[in-house]
């Protein structure tokens, strides 16, 4: 799995400025239950410089519970996404966190045809 | 329309409100409000209203006692309808009828979008927007629609737990027309879509009024145009999109007043009114009505309804014009913009009804538009140059026309409408001494001599 953390400077309507952008790779055995899935947000957000900054969250990405539970669930200041800004925002936290995962299914494809290769060339 | 003054015509209901016991209180009473304005709007009578905090519950929506206790008080009151706030599935109309009607009341059990299309159903008087409305009932009683064909013949057929098989020519029929319906609706949305592609080719630039139902849209729509459409304190007072041209310095603006977002609006539902909303989407500029004289809370729920159907779609500006301001101090509207400053772009403060700000809000209309440019054009004063004249009158505005050895006039046009021109027109007149003179960006004092 991968969470990405995106520190923008948002407007109502749209995306002021992109400060910065990280990414966080994660993995499990059994899908990430609420406990994990905060545990992922807190420790990507922690990559980013500024630690005063708002999480924006969307929530279906929280099993749709309510904002009030949402907030006592983090450390940090939380909220759910409501202007056009933060919605797409979090569009941008989307496309990279997905990108960065496709990119790394395909790297660690490569890999693994590297390794099968060599398996296949060692036993002949 | 509604008569709301024939008092013998009007239906009597009862309204039921179920809060999650983990919900806020004002935002309760703001939903209970609107539900009330909502039957209010149809033209109904409240006799009633029954609240309840609990989670939902599966057979009844509300708890079997409230249930007993609604359908009592329905009998005793003699109400025509029940409406639920809530989505109620067919068993659940099912169960809470049978209570009713053990408590001796015939009152029909609906929900709230039932009662949304009812007022869309009194309001809808085009082709279109009746098919529209149409087919958004349709599409909501189609999944319950093999339960009801069930439970309605539970009795007469034979089979396992007294359910037998059912009968699917009512869900296909329900299908048949729906898909019938949509058929027709897309030739409309065709023609919708070409006249809007023919207004953008002739220079308009379109500009949409949105916003929560009762904000004072149509109010200012008729203000800005000069009209006097129908405006009335009720919600979804206007149903079917109105567009008019507004003129403001040089620009040709076309100004559309729309129907008004709801909270819970269900998908199928805006799907259905999705060529009505798409008038909204396509346009260069969005007007976000708020009503600001409403409580922080109020405003800030209706603008997160707003941002999230306009998010959908659009990709256009947006000026948030803070309607009925006059009646709040200056003081507490600096207190409620600070507070809800990452939800409102481009604020403005009106008051359509005592014609405050609107000069203002003409010339933001204007700087947030797509930038006009002004040419001079020389034509050969023949019968080429004439046509070409004629060409220029459609897509843009033509002034001080003077004829001499040549035609000489001033275009206006948005950018892009000129550089299209210069593509076609120019070239197919080139050779006949067709020529731009001097170009200039309205405000701009800079004249470029080409």
């Given at each position: 799995?991968?969470?990405?953390?995106?520190?923008?400077?948002?407007?109502?309507?749209?995306?002021?400025?992109?400060?910065?952008?990280?990414?966080?790779?994660?993995?499990?055995?059994?899908?990430?239950?609420?406990?994990?899935?905060?545990?992922?947000?807190?420790?990507?957000?922690?990559?980013?410089?500024?630690?005063?900054?708002?999480?924006?969250?969307?929530?279906?990405?929280?099993?749709?519970?309510?904002?009030?539970?949402?907030?006592?669930?983090?450390?940090?200041?939380?909220?759910?996404?409501?202007?056009?800004?933060?919605?797409?925002?979090?569009?941008?936290?989307?496309?990279?966190?997905?990108?960065?995962?496709?990119?790394?299914?395909?790297?660690?494809?490569?890999?693994?045809?590297?390794?099968?290769?060599?398996?296949?060339?060692?036993?002949? | 329309?509604?008569?709301?003054?024939?008092?013998?015509?009007?239906?009597?209901?009862?309204?039921?409100?179920?809060?999650?016991?983990?919900?806020?209180?004002?935002?309760?009473?703001?939903?209970?409000?609107?539900?009330?304005?909502?039957?209010?709007?149809?033209?109904?009578?409240?006799?009633?209203?029954?609240?309840?905090?609990?989670?939902?519950?599966?057979?009844?929506?509300?708890?079997?006692?409230?249930?007993?206790?609604?359908?009592?008080?329905?009998?005793?009151?003699?109400?025509?309808?029940?409406?639920?706030?809530?989505?109620?599935?067919?068993?659940?109309?099912?169960?809470?009828?049978?209570?009713?009607?053990?408590?001796?009341?015939?009152?029909?059990?609906?929900?709230?979008?039932?009662?949304?299309?009812?007022?869309?159903?009194?309001?809808?008087?085009?082709?279109?927007?009746?098919?529209?409305?149409?087919?958004?009932?349709?599409?909501?009683?189609?999944?319950?629609?093999?339960?009801?064909?069930?439970?309605?013949?539970?009795?007469?057929?034979?089979?396992?737990?007294?359910?037998?098989?059912?009968?699917?020519?009512?869900?296909?029929?329900?299908?048949?027309?729906?898909?019938?319906?949509?058929?027709?609706?897309?030739?409309?949305?065709?023609?919708?879509?070409?006249?809007?592609?023919?207004?953008?080719?002739?220079?308009?630039?379109?500009?949409?009024l949105a916003g929560y139902t009762n904000a004072g849209k149509s109010t200012l729509f008729n203000l800005l145009?000069?009209?006097?459409n129908?405006v009335e304190d009720m919600l979804?007072t206007t149903?079917?999109?109105?567009?008019?041209?507004?003129?403001?310095?040089?620009?040709?603006?076309?100004?559309?007043d729309t129907?008004g977002?709801?909270?819970?609006?269900?998908?199928?539902?805006?799907?259905?009114?999705?060529?009505?909303?798409?008038?909204?989407?396509?346009?260069?500029?969005?007007l976000l009505v708020v009503d600001f004289s409403e409580?922080?809370?109020?405003i800030?729920?209706k603008?997160?309804?707003?941002?999230?159907?306009?998010?959908?779609?659009?990709?256009?500006?947006?000026?948030t014009v803070l309607n009925k301001s006059d009646s709040?101090?200056?003081?507490?509207?600096?207190?409620?913009?600070?507070?809800?400053?990452?939800?409102?772009?481009?604020?403005?403060f009106i008051s359509a009804k005592e014609e405050i700000g609107i000069?203002?809000l003409?010339?933001?209309?204007?700087?947030?538009?797509?930038?006009?440019?002004?040419?001079?054009?020389?034509?050969?004063?023949?019968?080429?140059?004439?046509?070409?004249?004629?060409?220029?009158?459609?897509?843009?505005?033509?002034?001080?026309?003077?004829?001499?050895?040549?035609?000489?006039?001033?275009?206006?046009?948005?950018?892009?409408?000129?550089?299209?021109?210069?593509?076609?027109?120019?070239?197919?007149?080139?050779?006949?001494?067709?020529?731009?003179?001097?170009?200039?960006?309205?405000?701009?004092?800079?004249?470029?001599?080409?």
């Open positions: 799995m991968v969470a990405a953390a995106v520190l923008i400077d948002i407007e109502p309507t749209g995306i002021y400025k992109v400060h910065e952008i990280r990414t966080k790779t994660f993995s499990s055995d059994k899908a990430p239950d609420l406990i994990s899935v905060v545990k992922m947000i807190e420790t990507a957000a922690e990559t980013i410089k500024n630690k005063d900054a708002v999480i924006v969250i969307e929530q279906g990405d929280m099993f749709n519970i309510n904002e009030q539970y949402l907030k006592t669930l983090f450390f940090r200041d939380v909220k759910f996404q409501e202007s056009i800004g933060e919605r797409r925002a979090i569009e941008i936290a989307h496309h990279v966190s997905l990108s960065t995962r496709r990119l790394l299914i395909k790297e660690w494809e490569k890999i693994e045809r590297k390794i099968r290769k060599n398996e296949k060339n060692q036993k002949k | 329309m509604v008569d709301n003054n024939n008092f013998s015509d009007r239906k009597k209901v009862g309204l039921v409100i179920r809060f999650d016991p983990t919900s806020e209180n004002e935002k309760n009473e703001s939903k209970l409000d609107e539900f009330k304005d909502l039957a209010k709007a149809a033209g109904y009578i409240i006799s009633f209203t029954i609240e309840q905090t609990k989670y939902p519950d599966s057979r009844y929506n509300i708890g079997y006692g409230k249930a007993k206790e609604l359908a009592e008080i329905a009998f005793y009151e003699q109400v025509d309808e029940i409406i639920f706030y809530d989505s109620l599935s067919t068993s659940q109309v099912y169960n809470l009828s049978k209570v009713c009607f053990e408590a001796g009341s015939n009152a029909r059990i609906i929900d709230r979008f039932h009662l949304i299309l009812d007022i869309f159903d009194t309001r809808a008087t085009t082709h279109r927007s009746k098919l529209q409305v149409e087919l958004a009932r349709l599409t909501y009683e189609l999944p319950g629609a093999k339960m009801r064909i069930s439970l309605s013949k539970k009795e007469e057929k034979a089979g396992f737990g007294g359910l037998g098989d059912y009968e699917d020519s009512y869900e296909y029929d329900l299908k048949r027309r729906i898909s019938r319906i949509k058929n027709e609706l897309k030739k409309a949305d065709i023609e919708e879509e070409s006249r809007r592609a023919y207004r953008r080719k002739k220079g308009f630039q379109l500009v949409s145009v000069d009209e006097e129908e979804f149903l079917i999109p109105k567009t008019r041209l507004l003129k403001i310095d040089n620009h040709k603006v076309l100004i559309t129907v977002f709801i909270e819970d609006l269900p998908h199928f539902m805006v799907d259905a009114f999705k060529s009505t909303l798409d008038g909204i989407y396509y346009s260069d500029l969005i409580p922080v809370e109020t800030y729920n603008l997160k309804v707003s941002h999230e159907i306009l998010w959908e779609q659009s990709a256009s500006d947006i000026i709040v101090s200056v003081r507490e509207r600096q207190y409620k913009l600070k507070k809800l400053d990452y939800l409102i772009a481009n604020p403005i000069e203002d003409k010339k933001m209309i204007i700087s947030q538009l797509p930038e006009q440019r002004t040419i001079v054009v020389r034509l050969p004063n023949n019968q080429y140059g004439a046509s070409a004249l004629s060409e220029f009158y459609e897509t843009g505005v033509v002034e001080e026309v003077i004829y001499g050895d040549f035609i000489t006039f001033d275009f206006t046009a948005p950018e892009y409408i000129l550089e299209k021109l210069k593509g076609t027109v120019f070239k197919t007149y080139e050779n006949s001494g067709m020529k731009i003179m001097s170009e200039y960006h309205i405000g701009n004092s800079k004249l470029n001599n080409l």
